[in-house]
């Protein structure tokens, strides 16, 4: 007979699974069972759990004990579920009293030693639990931050399992969160800091307006790096439901800081080129972990030295490009993670790479070679495309100062809320999001207008994706001019970013 169930969550992605765990004892020689598809990890977790009840002044039962994990058909991994785990079994042998497992969800690894150590995925765990109807969480006081971004939940912290044995008996009293204070981080590079460059300044600002991916080339030190971690200070702060989104990826990849867990600002994430395709996209034994894209969720992923990128992990960008996630099979089934990120690329012109291009030594095979990294269909989803240009004077005096990045802010700003109210009817923020079927049928241009767009596409300089990220510049270059709609000159301002001859 079943004596005791309690309840912790398993995670499938970034998507958390109500666990339904049932204690049993009697029946049998003294022995202790996982049953319920449990890991190599988990199925450890009977040792540790008996080690940490005996160790915190209580006796393991001499018995037989079962412990089911349901659904049962689900495979379920790692430590997460010890705190779980231990108190079911101590309800069923009557040493806590019942109620504490009454809408309760328990999360943290066990030490042998009855501590209670954070695990990753605190927070998806905790808004499975709300959707679930679960009302209390107990979850180890290093996650306790975590916990309480998500509302509907009192979470409480524990630094052991003698603590939450004295709690439950009304001997002692579990940690509270403290309110959480916003972390707006460091200031981001400004944008007075990059010396000339006009056109590729101008294509940050309009990557930044709508969202759109970027592609900069040009000789090394010319301020192709500088520009890109510039991106940052010129986007929007996360909406409350988008920092959760991104958070929830970072729990889950255990990148959170305990003091500041909240992703307020769109992440910046830069691999290296020798990144495998897995540190990528994702990847592991199981169930797949997230990658490089799906942390840059809703941010930017940089790739410094694209044409350094070996073909096969710049190819696997292609499906998240496109379509704003990434699903990755493996053993134990198929996940799913968010990659709506915005795409830089920067990347220099041959592999050897001179400051002016008279000086280059390439044979013209070498640079072909070199820039067909960068495949058509890749550059195809690229929307902007700028020739970076070779530094020519290191001194300002005379010329008017470059605009810092809270200017260009302001106007992006202003950019993005016109594209917002435009598209709310339809969920979108940016106009990189709006689908082409909708700019082409409820928000079709006049034939003049777009009888640039319409000669590319039928001497095939453009094909019908090109065709629609071509439409979203133009929207994106109105909101700049505060045009109600794009006028034939963002049309060709939008095909000229487009340009192959810039890559």
Not at 295 to 308: Q, V
Not at 360 to 383: F, Q
């Amino acid at each position: 007979m079943v004596l005791a169930r309690a309840w912790s969550i398993a995670l499938f992605g970034v998507d958390g699974i109500t666990v339904e765990i049932e204690a049993d004892i009697g029946g049998g020689k003294p022995k202790t069972t996982i049953v319920g598809l449990p890991d190599a990890s988990l199925n450890e977790a009977k040792d540790r759990v008996r080690a940490a009840v005996r160790n915190s002044g209580l006796q393991w039962p001499d018995q037989l004990v079962t412990l089911g994990l349901s659904p049962a058909a689900l495979p379920k991994g790692g430590s997460g579920y010890d705190l779980a785990l231990a108190l079911s079994v101590l309800v069923a042998d009557r040493k806590a009293p019942p109620e504490l497992l009454l809408g309760t969800v328990l999360l943290g690894e066990l030490a042998l030693d009855g501590r209670l150590r954070t695990v990753r995925g605190v927070l998806p765990c905790m808004l499975a639990a709300r959707r679930s109807g679960l009302r209390r969480a107990i979850v180890p006081t290093a996650a306790m931050a975590e916990a309480s971004l998500v509302g509907g939940l009192e979470v409480y912290g524990a630094d052991s399992l003698t603590d939450v044995l004295a709690w439950a008996r009304g001997e002692g009293e579990l940690a509270r969160p403290e309110p959480l204070t916003a972390d707006t981080g460091a200031a981001p590079p400004d944008l007075a800091d990059v010396l000339g460059q006009p056109e590729a300044r101008w294509a940050l600002e309009v990557a930044a307006a709508g969202g759109h991916n970027l592609l900069l080339a040009g000789p090394p030190g010319t301020g192709k790096t500088m520009l890109a971690k510039r991106l940052p200070g010129l986007l929007p702060p996360l909406a409350r439901e988008q920092a959760l989104e991104v958070t929830a990826i970072h729990s889950v990849s255990g990148d959170l800081a305990a003091e500041s867990p909240l992703i307020t600002l769109p992440p910046f994430i830069a691999p290296h080129h020798t990144t495998s395709v897995p540190a990528l996209v994702g990847g592991g034994v199981g169930l797949a972990k997230p990658g490089a894209i799906s942390k840059a969720h809703r941010g930017i992923l940089f790739l410094d030295e694209a044409c350094e990128f070996a073909p096969n992990r710049l190819e696997a960008l292609r499906t998240a490009l496109e379509e704003g996630e990434i699903r990755l099979a493996r053993r134990d089934g198929v996940v799913r993670y968010p990659a709506a990120f915005q795409l830089v690329l920067a990347t220099n012109p041959c592999p050897c790479a001179p400051s002016r291009e008279a000086d280059c030594v390439c044979a013209p095979h070498a640079r072909r070679r070199y820039l067909a990294r960068l495949s058509g269909p890749l550059l195809d989803r690229v929307d902007l495309r700028v020739r970076m240009r070779p530094i020519t004077a290191m001194s300002r005096a005379g010329d008017a100062d470059p605009e810092s990045t809270a200017t260009v802010r302001e106007r992006v700003e202003q950019a993005r809320d016109r594209a917002a109210h435009r598209w709310s009817a339809y969920g979108w923020r940016t106009n990189s999001e709006a689908p082409g079927p909708i700019l082409r049928r409820e928000f079709a241009l006049p034939r003049d207008t777009t009888a640039l767009l319409d000669r590319s596409l039928n001497t095939g300089a453009l094909t019908a994706r090109g065709a629609d990220r071509c439409l979203r510049i133009a929207w994106t270059l109105a909101d700049l001019a505060e045009s109600a709609t794009p006028s034939p000159d963002h049309v060709a301002a939008a095909l000229e970013f487009r340009d192959r001859r810039s890559a």
